[in-house]
């Protein structure tokens, strides 16, 4: 009777973790399409990373890369 109890909250909890994942992807989509629909929206990401990463106390060595190259990659790859 323990086991199948047992059973039952993992299959649950499986059940709420792939809940917890699907709606994850609908979030990443809906952030994929609002970046998509303006130009800027990716520069500003950008910058607010290299913000949050630089505001921690740690070693991390920061090389800001223009993104306009990171563009060009992005169209030749869709082509």
Not at 9 to 31: F, N
Not at 33 to 49: E, F, G, H, N, W
Not at 51 to 71: D, R, V
Request: proline share 4%.
């Amino acid at each position: 009777m323990a086991a199948e109890a047992e059973a039952a909250r993992a299959a649950g909890a499986k059940i709420i973790a792939a809940e917890g994942e699907q709606l994850a992807s609908r979030a990443l989509a809906d952030a994929a399409d609002v970046i998509a629909m303006s130009p800027c929206a990716i520069q500003l990401r950008y910058l607010q990373t290299l913000n949050s990463i630089s505001s921690e106390k740690n070693n991390t060595i920061i090389f800001p890369f223009p993104t306009e190259l990171i563009a060009k990659f992005i169209q030749s790859a869709a082509a």
